[in-house]
């Protein structure tokens, strides 16, 4: 199943959640940056799964990211921002109808949520929601991943990939 895992991601964390949730799904699943998934890979792909974390209670936004870059932590890694952010890449992305899944990371509980948003867009873009979104819990305000989430992504892909599988109606 081709499948496109997109991140955004400042600190590695979301990135490695990615790649295992990719793992996961198993052989034609591919992690990928923001700047890496063009709309033409897009377009190839069979189930398309975003992610991005959140950062001031929403959804990774410029302006969080300009806050970032402007105001670093001390003793904070500098965030990798070479790639754009997922809203951006949410924006600028072709509609399509094949299955979508969304997650985000974050510190944990009621502190704002990014992937019902992530859902939320790729839905008005009219891709077909397979599974709720996700949640994955880092332990520091830059990670790292608490323990066991990489392995919960795993796990969450492999039920994404049943999920698609499943879903009535196949878009290719
Ligand atoms: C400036 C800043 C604001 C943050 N705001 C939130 C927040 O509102 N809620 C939350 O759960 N986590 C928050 N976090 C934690 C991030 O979600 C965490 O850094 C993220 O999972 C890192 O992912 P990445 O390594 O892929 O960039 C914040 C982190 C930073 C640096």
Same mark, same amino acid.
């Given at each position: ?8 991601? !400042? ?15 198993? *052989? ?24 991005? *974390?959140?950062?001031?209670?929403? !959804? ?83 990670? *790292? ?28």
């Amino acid at each position: 199943m081709k499948t496109l895992v997109v991140y955004e991601s !400042l600190w590695g964390n979301t990135a490695a959640i990615a790649r295992s949730i990719a793992q996961g799904i198993g *052989p034609g699943a591919r992690a990928m940056s923001t700047a890496e998934a063009t709309n033409e890979l897009v377009e190839e792909a069979d189930f398309l799964v975003a992610g991005a *974390p959140v950062f001031a209670f929403h !959804l990774s936004s410029d302006r969080a990211r300009q806050d970032i870059a402007a105001h670093p932590d001390p003793g904070a890694p500098p965030p990798d921002l070479s790639h754009p952010s997922l809203r951006d890449w949410l924006d600028a992305l072709t509609p399509g109808s094949v299955p979508c899944a969304a997650f985000d990371t974050e510190v944990r509980g009621p502190f704002g949520k990014g992937a019902p948003a992530i859902a939320e867009a790729l839905q008005e873009k009219g891709y077909r929601l397979v599974d709720e979104p996700q949640g994955f819990i880092v332990s520091g305000k830059h990670g *790292p991943l608490r323990d066991g989430e990489r392995e919960r992504a795993v796990h969450w892909g492999e039920h994404l990939r049943q999920c698609v599988e499943q879903a009535p109606e196949r878009a290719r």
